[in-house]
């Protein structure tokens, strides 16, 4: 276990970030193996599980609605599932924390039992819309009384049998996706999703390695995901590769920091999540992969990554969703690029765990960089590798990604950056303090 994250830190330049990263678990593969696990028939087993907080709100409910879920004191989790189907009433209401994919993928699987459920979170996500997946699960027969606006506290009444239905992705959502397919899970007939434009492809991954019946389709119309109900899932042995936004931050701050040399192991490259390497590579980031392997059905390897002066670019709209968690960093990348970096077409930013573009804009600019807000992005004016001014104290607004990426930016600004608050950071990344102290030891 590592430390908790401080209420409030001052990051300032260090000298070289150098050595070996080896990256907590995928946020996205731990949520699911999780899930997945409670709904197979028997004793699953899990290593590298993500122990961020978000992923223990998956846990805790998950046990909420009876599943037994242990840590072994070697680090492996033991679940044993109750099976598709046969999730139990759970006592009082269940705590979200600050984590969305908990929410929107166990709403999915509520809505197909014969259960209800209330779902709480913090004040981060309870300013969220859950309208997005309450439209198609309520389609599907489930009765969902939400807060004003659609936002949590909300309540999910499950319908058995469910009804099962053909639903087009009006916005990228992976989570969205998931939670239509878990609804499925336990419906009889096919549910399909047609997702316009590819987005994390974990669930479908996973539920195949589970032994789900799951077709996947190209057509003119997109992606189309089937997926055969009343399913029976068998337990697995699941290794979860290394999360790769949270390599993200390694990424950037090896490139913008003089001198820099960093592995980062075992980092998850599925292609749906690799758009912030495809775009530093753009920017001639110097990254390399190696070791390139399979873990667990996902593709992974170890990143080499130093220190090369960035070009600003224009940052490909179509690249969004599979870097859609990696913007925070890459301003912070842009905003040390020579030139000016254009990042538009990422609208889905705005209702993240904060709204990140006006959330990264209050930021950076406060730290001294120039920058255009967008409706769907920011254009920033990069330094060329001068650093930027620093010397205030920033708001995370309780987003562990705005307050790593400005950490981040710390280690290039004149003055030390501070961050009101750092403890959301043990929601997806709780070593990350103990990982930077590591790769850049603070100067006294
Ligand atoms: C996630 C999907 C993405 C991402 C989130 C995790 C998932 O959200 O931002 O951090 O695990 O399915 P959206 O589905 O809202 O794009």
Redesign the pocket.
């Known amino acids: 276990m590592h430390p908790a994250p401080p209420l409030s830190v001052q990051i300032a330049p260090r000298g070289p970030l150098t050595g070996d990263v080896t990256l907590p678990g995928d ?2 593969i731990s ?1 699911r193996a999780l899930m997945f696990a409670s709904l197979a028939v028997g004793r699953s087993t899990i290593t590298g599980l993500l122990e961020g907080e978000d992923v223990l709100a998956t846990a805790a409910a998950m046990r909420a609605m009876g599943a037994t879920i242990e840590r072994g004191d070697d680090g492996t989790w033991r679940v044993d599932g109750v099976g598709v189907g046969g999730l139990l009433q759970p006592a009082g209401a269940l705590d979200m924390g600050n984590s ?2 908990s929410t929107r993928l166990l709403m999915g699987l509520v809505a197909s039992h014969a259960i209800h459920a209330t779902f709480a979170g913090d004040a981060s996500l309870s300013g969220r819309p859950m309208g997005r997946v309450i439209e198609p699960l309520a389609a599907m027969g489930a009765d969902i009384t939400a807060s004003p606006g659609g936002r949590l506290p909300l309540m999910v009444r499950g319908l058995v049998p469910a009804v099962p239905i053909e639903y087009t992705l009006p916005v ?5 996706k ?1 939670a239509v397919l878990l609804a499925g899970l336990n419906t009889p007939g096919i549910t399909r999703v047609i997702e316009p434009v590819p ?2 492809d ?1 669930s479908e991954r996973m539920l195949a390695g589970f032994g789900a019946r799951i077709e996947v389709e190209e057509t003119a119309a997109g992606r189309v995901i089937a997926v055969h109900g009343e399913a029976e899932l068998q337990p697995q042995t699941i290794a979860v590769p290394g999360d790769p936004s949270s390599a993200a931050f390694w990424l950037v701050a090896a490139s913008i920091v003089p001198g820099s040399h960093v592995t980062i192991r075992n980092a998850c490259m599925n292609p749906t999540r690799t758009g912030l390497i495809a775009a530093l590579r753009l920017m001639d980031a110097d990254i390399a992969e190696t070791n390139a392997r399979s873990v667990g059905g996902e593709p992974v390897a170890d990143l080499v990554v130093r220190h090369a002066p960035l070009t600003a670019i224009e940052v490909p709209p179509d690249l969004a969703p599979s870097m ?2 990696e913007y925070p960093a890459l301003f912070v990348a842009a905003a040390m690029a020579e030139g000016v970096t254009v990042a538009r077409g990422a609208h ?1 930013l705005r209702v ?1 765990e904060s709204d990140r573009i006006a959330t990264m804009a209050a930021a950076l600019s406060a730290a001294g960089v120039t920058l255009t807000e967008h409706y769907d992005g920011l254009s920033i004016t990069g330094s060329g590798g001068a650093p930027m001014t620093g010397g205030v104290q920033i708001a995370s607004k309780l987003d562990h990604r705005i307050a790593m990426a400005m950490a981040v930016a710390g280690l290039v600004a004149t003055d030390a950056i501070g961050i009101d608050d750092a403890r959301p950071v043990a929601t997806s990344y709780p070593a990350f303090f103990t990982t930077l102290d590591a790769l850049a030891p603070p100067r006294d």
Request: positive net charge; hydrophobic residues 20%; proline residues 0%.
């Open positions: 946020k996205s949520h969305g994919t990228a959502s992976a989570q969205v998931s987005t994390r974990h859609i968690d889905e993240k």
